[in-house]
């Protein structure tokens, strides 16, 4: 009987019937609500034959201990928190869920963009507490958005910017100009988004080049009245120079829902009016959640039939 451990908080939300599924598989669920900590991962993984992770932080030393582990499906896109390269190295075979919470990403990364700029959150706040005080905004329609990384959530932002009738650039490491083209969407090097956006949004993956890529040299050469949205990863943008160049107004705001440390408890950031931030919300939607479990539990159960037919 294959033992399978499942961390995200998530997981089977919606769907609770995936339950089900396992026990008629003939598997042992073992479930714990993540983040865990390092200790409780490393005790829990030594005879485990697969994994359902979210966002705990994977490393070495505990893939050294799961001696039975031949699976770790990543529950949502990116695999940052996962040392792929050692797993694979010990036979440990790791998937993702790509697709799976592309549009929800995208409509959270409106979202905020709208918050930012139209301050909705201040004007919430300022009516309960009794003060009708209007709150005077800038407009996103007509407006200029470069896009960092054009993947599928970048493409989604960019379908979305076309309905407020903006200009879209696009910067990705491996562009694709025939797609750009059909979208009506420029592909632009990096220094052009960042001098000529009015909107930057952030849709990159987390790697050595990536990190700390937004920083203060970068937010002094923005538009001063530009506004950034961070969906992607944390570790892209510097904070706490982010928070500098909030507090100097080098630029309008920004709507951040990642960052370098999760769960957040404290940030410079905490201390900006004009930013506005979420707890990593923007693929929390009921039917990417059903998605992602639906999608996680299948690449286990089909590697397993997989390996099983290959005997």
Known sequence: MPKVLITPRSYGMFNKEIYSMWEKENYEVIREIGPLDRERMMELMEDVDALIVGTDELTEDILKAANKLKIISKYGVGIDNIPKDFAEEKGIKVLNTPGVNTEAVADYTFSLLLSVARHVPQSHEKLLHGQW?????????GKTIGILGFGAIGR???KRARGFDMDILAYDLFPNYEL????????SEFDTIIEQSDILSVHLPLVEETKNLLNYPMFKRMKKNSIIVNTARGGIINEADLAKALKEE???GAGMDVFSTEPLTESPLFECENAILTPHNAAASSEAITRMTVQATQNVLEFFTEKQESV
């Open 156 to 158: 989604a932002v960019a």
């Open 250 to 252: 080098l630029i309008f």
């Open 133 to 141: 005080a209007k709150s005077v905004g800038t407009e996103v329609y």
């Open 180 to 187: 750009a083209e059909e979208m009506d969407v420029k592909i």
